[in-house]
Structure formats: structure tokens, C-alpha cells
């Protein structure tokens, strides 16, 4: 809340949609009605062993802020500044709701970037993939690569925070 007070938004409403069709769904709202975070989140059981709290949909945004970079694909307005305060927070819902880790589809280049130390791909060879993109744009800027990434489709990346789930991760960094 400090941050967004920071930013000029002291009143706040939040509204829960608990049977949204893809998960439950919480919504951040400035007093204007203008949506700062946008989150649909579920626990998914389809990759077992592993449970996760699964985020369907985030979306992070200062509508009031004008942009000092490009865009990145699907953006309409920069970012909040918040992503490891709002990542830390699922961290500790998947804590308390006993799942294995905070997984995702990172729905574009830009995301897996700016996921990556602190997120990892479930699927090794989708880290290899990442990777070699990565280093094909070396030090371009990342609205660049993400505008010509923008179909890059990759499997899920995950937060781990049960221990099975990060030895697993490690073993597979290893290997």
C-alpha cells in the first residue's frame, strides 16, 4: 500500500469475484475506478505430482503514470513497480495453502524475462529455448525483443516452495 501511496493512490478498492470462470478473481481498483492489479488465480492439480496456486491472469499497471519506454506487448499503461511485493504475497498464499509452488504461462518473452532468478521453467528445454532468445538479442532493449518475441509460447515457470519441488527444480538445473 506504501507504493501505491507513493504513486498518488492513497484510496483504494478491492472486489473479489470468487467463481470467476477461471479461477477466483481479486481486483485493485483506484477510487476513479481505474484498475491497478487484476489477478486470477486457482490451485491446479494438472502436473503431478506437483499442486500449485496457479495465476491464470496478472496484469500490474499505473494508469496515471506516463511511460518513460515504450510499451511491451499488451500493455496499455507501465507497470506498477510492485511485481516482487504482489510475487512475495503469492509466495506466501502458496506457504499457507500447503501447494508446491506459484506456477504460470509466461504469455510472452517479456514476462519469462522479467520472471527469470526469481521464477523457473517447469520444462527444462523451455529454459534452452529462453536462453538461446535471450542471447540472439543480447543487449537490445527488452521492448525490442519482446515486440519480436511476441508469439513465443513457452510451458509453464513456477516459484517453488515446498522442499520436493525446489530439489526437483535444482536436480534439473544440474543436469
Known amino acids: 500500500m506504501d507504493k501505491l501511496r507513493d504513486r498518488g493512490y492513497h484510496r483504494v478498492h478491492v472486489e473479489f469475484d470468487l467463481s470467476h470462470g477461471t479461477g477466483q478473481r481479486l481486483k485493485l481498483l483506484s477510487h476513479r475506478g481505474e484498475f491497478l492489479i487484476d489477478l486470477v488465480a486457482k490451485i491446479d492439480r494438472s502436473h503431478a505430482p506437483w499442486r500449485f496456486l496457479w495465476v491464470e ?93 511476441k508469439d513465443w509460447a513457452p510451458g509453464p515457470m513456477v516459484m517453488p516452495v515446498s522442499d520436493a519441488l525446489k530439489e526437483a527444480i535444482c536436480h534439473t538445473l544440474r543436469a
Open 57 to 149: 491472469w496478472l496484469m500490474m499497471q499505473d494508469p496515471r503514470k506516463e511511460p518513460n519506454r515504450p510499451l511491451l506487448p499488451d500493455q496499455e499503461a507501465p507497470g506498477l513497480g510492485c511485481s516482487l511485493d504482489i510475487l512475495g504475497m503469492l509466495v506466501m498464499a502458496a506457504e499457507r495453502l500447503g501447494v508446491d509452488g506459484v506456477a504460470f504461462n509466461p504469455a510472452r518473452f517479456h514476462i519469462a524475462w522479467m520472471a527469470r532468478g526469481k521464477a523457473e521453467f517447469l520444462d527444462p528445454h523451455d529454459r534452452v529455448q529462453f536462453d538461446n532468445r535471450r542471447e540472439a538479442f543480447g543487449r537490445r532493449p527488452l521492448h525490442e525483443a519482446a515486440e519480436r518475441l
